[in-house]
C-alpha cells in the first residue's frame, strides 16, 4: 500500500492555535506523525533578563490566557521559596479558589471543543454557555475575564468580601446542576463513545516513560497530581487525584468532567475555611539562588526554573508547560488511528501552543 | 536557596540518565542555562514520589551533548528548543529539526546564548517536521 504525506495544521477547523503535524498516511491510517512548532514562538522567557522579578508576573501571566493564574502562582511561589517570604494564610486560601476558577472555566473550554471536535455543536455552545458564570465570577471577583492578575510575590491583591463569597457559592451551585445534567451525554452518549473509547489508547507505563501529566497521565491510570505536594491551600484540603484507567481519549475526556466537579468541591471547602488576616507580606531585599517550582495547571503539572544573582532582574526564567510534556505522547498515540480520528486525538491532550512555545 | 544538582560528565549522562529510568524516575524536562560566554549548564529533572531530583552537566557551548533520547524519547522537544535558543548541538537526537524548532532561518541565532555561536544548520536536508518537506 502507498504511503502519503498529509499536512495537519497549521490552520485546521478543529485547532484553537496553530500546530502542524506531518502525518504519513498508508490507507487512511496513521503511520507516523511528527509535529513541527514556531508559529507562536515569543521568546518571554528572555524578558527574565530585561524585566525585573516583580514585573516578570505581568510576563508570565501572559504565557498563557486560559490558565494566566497558574503561570504567576508558579512563579511567584518559586520566588518566595527563594526569598524566603512566608504567605499569609488568608492569601494562600484565595489562590486556591481563583486557582481553582481558572481550572474549571479551562476545563469547560476543553470539553466544549472537545464535543466540537466530534461535530457536535449543540453541546459544544452548551458547555460553553455553562462556562459564561465562570468567567462572570473571575471579573466579578477580580476585574478581568481571563488574565486575573491577583497573584504578587508575598500574597495577593485582592480580597472576596461577604457577598463575594455568597455569589461565588450560588453561582458554584447552578454550574453543578448544569455541568451534572450533561453528565450522561458527556459520558454515556452512543455517537461520543464511538468517536472516544479506544481512540488515542496510551497505556500507563507509555505515559509515565513519556513525562506525561495531568489528565493525561491520569486517563492512563496513574494518580499523579501535583496539587499533592500541598503548595498554597492545599495540604489543608481533602482531595485525591481524578483517576481513569482506559488510556483512551474518552478517559481523558472523563477525568476533565470529574476534576470541574472536584474543583467546585475544592472551591467550597476553601471557602467554609478561609482565615482572617493579611493578603500579602512584605517583601524586602531580591532574589538570589536557583530553585525549582511546580503547580497543577488545568493540563497538568507547570515546572519554573529559577536562577538570580541578587540583582533587579532574574539570570534565567525556565518555564515547562504541561502541553510541552504531552506532545510526545501525542507522537505516540496517532499512530495506528484513522485519518478522520486525528482531531479528536489532537484535542484529547488539551493542546495549548502559545504555552508550549512561550 | 540553592538547588541540589548532581554533576555529570558528557560521557556519562545517558547512563545516569538510563539509572533513573531504571529506578522508576519520570522524565520532567531539561533546562540549559547560559553560565557565562563559553558555558553553559545543561539541567536533568527527573521526578519520582513527587520529589525532584537534578543532574547539571556543564559543558562549553561549543560541544556536542551525548542526546537522552534513546533512553527518554520524550527528551527530543526539549533538546531541540536547546538547540534552537542556544546553539548547543545534540548528538543521536531521535528527531532533529536542524535549529528549526521554533525559528526560521532570518530570525537571529541562538538567541538565549550569551556571546557569538555558531548555530547554522548542520547538512541533511529539510527538517523533519517542515510542511513543504518531500520526505
Known amino acids: ?358 | 536557596m540553592s538547588m541540589e544538582a548532581i554533576a555529570v560528565s558528557p560521557e556519562h549522562v545517558v547512563g545516569a540518565c538510563a539509572e533513573r529510568k531504571a529506578a522508576g524516575y519520570r522524565f520532567v524536562t531539561m533546562t540549559c542555562v547560559a553560565v557565562d560566554e563559553h558555558m553553559l549548564d545543561v539541567l536533568y529533572h527527573f521526578d519520582k514520589d513527587m520529589e525532584l531530583e537534578h543532574l547539571r552537566l556543564r559543558i562549553p557551548k561549543d560541544s556536542c551533548v551525548p542526546s537522552i533520547t534513546p533512553v527518554f524519547f520524550a527528551a527530543f522537544l526539549v533538546e531541540n528548543e536547546i538547540q534552537d535558543l542556544f546553539g548547543l548541538r545534540f548528538c543521536g537526537l531521535a528527531i532533529d529539526y536542524k535549529h528549526s524548532l521554533y525559528l526560521d532561518e532570518a530570525a537571529p541565532k541562538a538567541p538565549f546564548c550569551k556571546g557569538a555561536v555558531d548555530a547554522s544548520p548542520r547538512p541533511g536536508g529539510k527538517p523533519p517536521g517542515d510542511p513543504e518537506s518531500s520526505e
Open chain 1, 1 to 358: 500500500m502507498p504511503v502519503s504525506v498529509i499536512p495537519f495544521g497549521p490552520q485546521h477547523p478543529v485547532l484553537p492555535e496553530p500546530i502542524h503535524l506531518k502525518l504519513t498516511v498508508e490507507d487512511e491510517v496513521i503511520r507516523e506523525a511528527v509535529p513541527a512548532l514556531g508559529y507562536v514562538h515569543r521568546g518571554l522567557e528572555k524578558l527574565a533578563e530585561i524585566r525585573d522579578f516583580q514585573q516578570m508576573i505581568q510576563i508570565v501571566e501572559r504565557v498563557c490566557g486560559i490558565c494566566s493564574m497558574m503561570h504567576s502562582l508558579c512563579y511567584v511561589q518559586g520566588i518566595e521559596a527563594m526569598m524566603g517570604i512566608e504567605v499569609p494564610p488568608r492569601a494562600k486560601y484565595l489562590r486556591v479558589i481563583w486557582a481553582e476558577l481558572h481550572r474549571m472555566h479551562s476545563h469547560l473550554l476543553w470539553l466544549g471543543l472537545f464535543a466540537d471536535s466530534f461535530g457536535f455543536e449543540s453541546l459544544f455552545m452548551e458547555i460553553w454557555k455553562i462556562r459564561e458564570k465562570i468567567m462572570d465570577l473571575q471579573e466579578a471577583t477580580t476585574g478581568n475575564r481571563v488574565i486575573v492578575s491577583v497573584n504578587v510575590i508575598g500574597g495577593v491583591r485582592r480580597d472576596l468580601s461577604p457577598e463575594q463569597q455568597r455569589m461565588i457559592l450560588t453561582t458554584l451551585k447552578d454550574v453543578e446542576d448544569e455541568v451534572r445534567r450533561l453528565e450522561k451525554t458527556l459520558l454515556d452518549d452512543y455517537t461520543i463513545k464511538k468517536r472516544t473509547k479506544g481512540k488515542g489508547v496510551l497505556r500507563s507505563d507509555q505515559a509515565l516513560e513519556l513525562g506525561c501529566v495531568g489528565p493525561v497521565l491520569r486517563g492512563s491510570g496513574v494518580a499523579k497530581d501535583t496539587r499533592l505536594l500541598g503548595y498554597a491551600a492545599y495540604n489543608e484540603l481533602s482531595f485525591q487525584p481524578v483517576v481513569e484507567p482506559d488510556g483512551d481519549c474518552h478517559a481523558r475526556g472523563k477525568v476533565r468532567y470529574r476534576e470541574v466537579l472536584q474543583s467546585i468541591d475544592l472551591i467550597r471547602q476553601a471557602l467554609s475555611k478561609l482565615p482572617d488576616g493579611e493578603l500579602s507580606a512584605s517583601v524586602r531585599g531580591r532574589p538570589e539562588g536557583e530553585g525549582t517550582a511546580r503547580v497543577e495547571q488545568p493540563r497538568g503539572e507547570l515546572f519554573y526554573y529559577i536562577r538570580a544573582d541578587g540583582g533587579r532582574q532574574l539570570s534565567r526564567v525556565r518555564i515547562r508547560t504541561p502541553t510541552f510534556a504531552n506532545l510526545p505522547a501525542l507522537v505516540t498515540m496517532l499512530p495506528g488511528v484513522y485519518l478522520s480520528d486525528v482531531p479528536v486525538v489532537v484535542m484529547s491532550i488539551d493542546p495549548c501552543i502559545s504555552c508550549t512555545e512561550r
